[in-house]
């Protein structure tokens, strides 16, 4: 591209001053360069149209799929994007001995005329460096507040991906589904950084809810309760806004399953409940899915029968769900992951008939690829049969899942339901040898 055809698309001042991204054009570190400016609301066509290169590779430097390197491609992003000289090791440009007319000159003039005058003396002497400057700087301006209508593509992709990611792991693992998910997370953020109608921020905000919520699910299940629990917390805001109470439910029932899952069973059996009241009484799968978790909570916390009265409600609302809430995603509650909680609220109440059958539906309905699933539920199968009477069968077992796993999933909810396993077995059984090699494969 001709560099005297290119436009520059100058970074706002407070970027620059900004110690991160100062340290990161020192060291020419174009990845965060090219993504702090984009979180501002340059567009990566701007950015591609100013440094002279193509759109496609100024997102891919981005995301760190590609790099600049060549010294004439450095000064190409120096000149476009308005870095002076001296922080990328360079001479100072030539812009720099004319510097462009500050935008505040050109942007806060409320007054046409007074607009009008500045522009005149601007291009008094002819069309120069100045007073083209001052045509970019109004056009980006207006760029900015058109941004809603410039790029509902990107959302839309945005959205997609959403839907796509909903239908979770597919036999990756977990670490890389929460890096793919964080990085798509990331390119909402210059929608909510810029003026937008009310329907897109709905839209922003209702797939901000549903990534951020997802993000959560696999740190909670990687063992991350700390980090899951604020990513909740930002998927809760996100629901809020998008006034989507369905949603908001869903948070706040998949929330629950943190406590529910780690030790704290009331504080489960707490957000399950605010859940079940947003979700209302319709038959939706947040309302479903959240009197399966209160279910669960509940037989943790030896209220039995609020347990049972919890289940009831589950099962009710499970027959009148309509196809598409039936659905195998982690965003709706199908009938795979409905006998997967009844599973875990059946076996922690001790009523192992009904355990073992919904066990059985729900390792038919899992695909071989949902290993995470297919481990808890054989764990859950263990405890059945340890609370029958048959302890070392539920150690074997046990130590049969452990072993059959990589490290991605030995660690987090796998381990803490096994681990769960062994604390449940009285002391008088602890010299056992099956029970000291569950032991072993819980310490390993």
């Not at 991160?20 to 090219?34: E, N």
């Not at 929460?178 to 990085?183: E, F, H, S």
């Not at 996100?238 to 109470?245: N, T, V």
């Not at 309302?287 to 909570?297: F, G, P, Y």
């Amino acid at each position: 591209m001709d560099e005297l055809r290119q436009s520059p698309a100058q970074i706002p001042r407070r970027l620059l001053d900004d110690p991160s991204f100062r340290r990161a054009v020192q060291h020419r570190d174009f990845t965060l360069v090219f993504a702090m400016a984009h979180r501002t609301g340059i567009s990566f066509n701007r950015i591609g149209e100013a440094c002279g290169m193509k759109a496609e590779r100024a997102s891919k430097v981005a995301r760190g799929e590609a790099t600049v390197t060549a010294l004439d491609t450095v000064e190409r992003v120096a000149d476009g994007l308005r870095i002076p000289g001296a922080l990328l090791g360079l001479a100072a440009r030539l812009w720099e001995d004319n510097p462009p007319t500050p935008h505040r000159e050109f942007d806060d003039g409320d007054d046409p005329m007074n607009r009008r005058q500045l522009f005149r003396g601007a291009f008094a002497a002819g069309l120069t460096g100045a007073a083209l400057t001052a045509l970019t700087d109004t056009r980006q301006s207006l760029n900015l507040a058109l941004a809603s209508d410039t790029d509902l593509a990107g959302l839309a992709d945005l959205e997609t991906a959403a839907e796509t990611y909903g239908y979770g792991y597919h036999g990756q693992m977990p670490t890389r589904v929460v890096a793919d998910l964080a990085g798509d997370f990331t390119e909402l953020r210059p929608y909510l950084d810029t003026p937008q109608p009310v329907a897109t921020r709905v839209r922003v905000c209702r797939t901000a809810a549903q990534m951020a919520g997802m993000i959560a699910i696999v740190l909670h299940d990687l063992g991350a309760r700390k980090e899951a629990r604020k990513w909740f917390a930002t998927a809760g805001t996100a629901a809020q806004e998008s006034g989507d109470r369905q949603l908001h439910a869903w948070v706040l029932a998949r929330e629950a399953m943190v406590p529910l899952n780690y030790g704290a069973p009331q504080a489960a059996a707490r957000l399950a409940e605010q859940a079940r009241f947003a979700a209302g009484n319709r038959p939706t799968a947040a309302a479903t899915l959240s009197a399966a978790v209160a279910a669960r909570a509940y037989a943790l916390s030896h209220q039995h029968e609020q347990a049972r009265q919890a289940v009831r409600a589950a099962e009710v609302l499970m027959e009148r769900l309509d196809a598409g809430a039936r659905a195998d995603t982690w965003l709706t509650h199908g009938e795979q992951k409905h006998h997967v909680h009844l599973s875990h609220a059946f076996t922690v109440l001790g009523d192992t008939r009904r355990a073992r059958q919904s066990q059985e539906r729900a390792l038919e309905l899992s695909a071989p690829t949902s290993t995470m699933t297919r481990s808890l539920l054989t764990i859950d199968g263990a405890a059945c049969f340890h609370h029958d009477g048959d302890t070392e069968q539920a150690c074997r077992r046990t130590i049969a899942v452990l072993d059959s796993l990589s490290d991605a999933y030995r660690s987090g909810l796998v381990h803490q339901r096994a681990m769960n396993l062994y604390h449940s077995i009285p002391d008088r059984h602890h010299h056992e040898a099956v029970v000291d090699e569950l032991r072993d494969a819980l310490a390993a």
